[in-house]
C-alpha cells in the first residue's frame, strides 16, 4: 500500500519572512501484500514475543480490501474491512490489530487523520501483537498528532514508544518531539530535543537538515537567546547561503550591538543581488544610515523605487530626502520633499521642504511651500513653518510680511523666543532699509 507524506506548516513569528515543516511520514508497520511469506513474518516476530497466528482466509480478506483501495476505490476497501469486521468475535488478537491496521491505513490515503489516529490507537490497544507493530505504530501515532494539531498527544504517544522502545533513537525521534514542544510553548524543553538531533547529525559527520536549524534558531528566538540565534544564522548562511539567511544575520547582528558585521553582512548580501523585497531594501538603507553612510542610503531607497521593489509614495520619497540632508545634499533633496508633499493630504513635507530652500537660499520657492504647508495643516511644529516663511519673507525684503510671520510663531512656546529676536531684528532691518532709501532720494 502507497502512503503519502503529510506535510504540516509550522509558522514562526520570529522575522516578514521564516517559517518549519513538518513532515509526517507513515511508516508500514508490517507490509502484508500479497505474495509475503507469513511464514517468515510470524517466525521474525515469536523471538521475541508469542503472537497469535495470522490465518490465511483472514489475510485474504485484508488483502482484498487494500486491492480495492490501492485501485482508488477506498469506498469499496472500507466496505470490504467492515465485512471482516463483522467477525471479529471469531478472530485472535493479532488478527484484529491486523484489520484496524488496514482501516488506519486506508483512512489516512484519504486523508481522514482522526479516523486514521482512532483506527491505529486500536492496533496497539491489543495485547498479544508483534512489538515491532506496537513501536511502529505508536511512532507513526505520534507523527499522525503531529499533523492533526494535536501537541499534547504527540507527546504522550513519543512517552509510549519511549517505554517500549530498547534501540538507539534516531533524529526523527528528537525532531518529533521538538516540533510538538516548540508548539506548546515550551522552548527549553524543545530546544533540548532538537539540539540533539543536530548533535547527532554533526557527530556522524552530516550536514543538519535546515528545517531542524530553523526549528533551532526559532527555539532561541523565544527565549531570548540572540547570541545563540547568531550562531545558528552563522552556520545556515555557511551551509544554505539563503538570501533570507544573510537578511536575518544582519538584523540579528544589529540587535545584538554588532554594527559593524551587521552592516558588512547586508552589504554582502546586496552586492550578491540577494536583496529582493521592499524590507531589504529598507533595511540595507537604514543600516547606511545608522554608520553614516547617508548618500548611500538614499541611493539605495532610490534605487529600491527605480525597481519598483518599494513604492513610490511619500514616506519612501522623505526618507530619500532626509538621508540627502543628512548627507548635506540640500538641493538633491528637494525634488525629493517635492513629490512627498505631492502625495501628503498633511503638510508636514510642504514645512521640511520650506525649510530645506530657506537653506538653499530659494526664497520665492521657500515662501510658497510654508504658505502650502500652512493651508494643509496637521504640522506637528506650526512654529517651524511661520519662522521658515518668515526668514524667506525677510530675505525677500519683504519686512511686513515677515514680521506677521514671526508674530505668529511668537505665539508658540517652543519658537517665542526665537520668534521674538527675529521680530526685533527685522523691525530693524526696516528702519535700515527706510533710511537708506530715503538717503538716496
Not at 21 to 47: C, F, H, R, Y
Not at 369 to 385: C, H, I, P, T, V
Request: with cysteine; glycine share 4%; proline share 2%.
Amino acid at each position: 500500500m502507497k502512503l503519502y507524506p503529510a506535510a504540516k506548516y509550522l509558522k514562526l513569528t520570529l522575522f516578514c519572512t521564516a517559517a518549519i515543516t513538518a513532515s509526517v511520514v507513515l511508516p508500514s508497520a508490517l507490509n502484508l501484500l500479497p505474495g509475503v511469506s507469513m511464514g517468515i513474518v510470524n517466525a521474525q516476530e515469536q523471538k521475541t514475543v508469542r503472537v497469535p497466528s495470522l490465518r490465511n482466509k483472514v489475510y485474504s480478506q485484508l488483502a482484498r480490501a487494500q486491492k480495492l483501495a490501492d485501485d482508488g476505490d477506498a469506498t469499496a476497501g472500507l466496505a470490504a474491512l467492515d465485512s471482516v469486521k463483522e467477525r471479529i468475535s471469531s478472530m485472535n488478537s493479532y488478527e484484529i490489530a491486523m484489520m484496524y491496521n488496514f482501516y488506519g491505513f486506508i483512512l489516512y490515503n484519504e486523508n481522514d487523520l482522526p479516523g486514521a489516529i482512532a483506527a491505529f490507537e486500536k492496533v496497539i490497544a491489543e495485547q498479544t501483537i508483534p512489538e515491532t507493530l506496537r513501536l511502529s505504530t505508536t511512532f507513526s501515532l505520534a507523527q499522525l498528532a503531529m499533523a492533526n494539531s494535536d501537541y499534547n498527544k504527540v507527546v504522550s504517544f513519543l512517552d509510549q514508544w519511549d517505554a517500549i522502545n530498547t534501540k538507539p533513537k534516531t533524529d526523527a525521534y528528537y525532531v518529533l518531539r521538538a516540533q510538538a514542544y516548540y508548539q506548546l510553548k515550551e522552548y527549553e524543553q524543545g530546544l533540548s530535543y532538537i539540539s540533539q538531533a543536530i548533535n547527532l547529525s554533526d557527530s556522524a559527520d552530516k550536514q543538519p537538515k535546515e528545517n531542524w536549524l530553523v526549528l533551532q534558531r526559532a527555539m532561541y528566538y523565544s527565549l531570548n537567546q540572540s547570541d545563540k540565534v547568531v550562531e545558528v544564522l552563522e552556520r545556515m548562511v555557511k551551509l544554505y547561503n539563503k538570501p533570507e539567511y544573510w537578511v536575518q544575520l544582519s538584523g540579528m547582528y544589529g540587535e545584538t550591538g554588532n554594527e559593524k558585521a551587521q552592516l558588512a553582512v547586508i552589504e554582502a548580501a546586496y552586492q550578491q543581488g540577494f536583496l529582493k523585497s521592499k524590507s531589504d531594501y529598507r533595511q540595507l538603507s537604514q543600516v547606511y544610515l545608522y554608520n553614516g553612510l547617508a548618500y548611500k542610503a538614499a541611493e539605495v531607497m532610490r534605487e529600491a523605487i527605480n525597481l519598483g521593489i518599494a513604492q513610490d509614495n511619500a514616506k519612501n520619497n522623505a526618507f530619500i530626502a532626509e538621508a540627502f540632508i543628512a548627507a548635506k545634499e540640500d538641493d538633491e533633496s528637494v525634488n525629493y520633499f517635492a513629490k512627498a508633499a505631492e502625495l501628503s493630504e498633511h503638510g508636514k513635507f510642504d514645512q521640511r521642504l520650506a525649510e530645506v530652500l530657506v537653506n538653499i537660499e530659494k526664497y520665492d520657492e521657500a515662501a510658497d511651500a510654508a504658505r502650502m504647508a500652512l493651508d494643509k495643516g496637521q504640522l506637528d511644529f506650526e512654529s517651524n513653518a511661520y519662522v521658515a516663511l518668515g526668514m524667506a519673507q525677510y530675505n525677500l525684503q519683504n519686512f511686513d510680511a515677515s514680521i506677521l510671520a514671526f508674530e505668529q510663531a511668537q505665539k508658540h512656546k517652543k519658537s517665542q523666543r526665537l520668534a521674538q529676536q527675529w521680530i526685533k531684528y527685522v523691525k530693524s532691518e526696516k528702519v535700515h532699509a527706510q533710511t537708506l532709501r530715503t538717503a538716496l532720494l
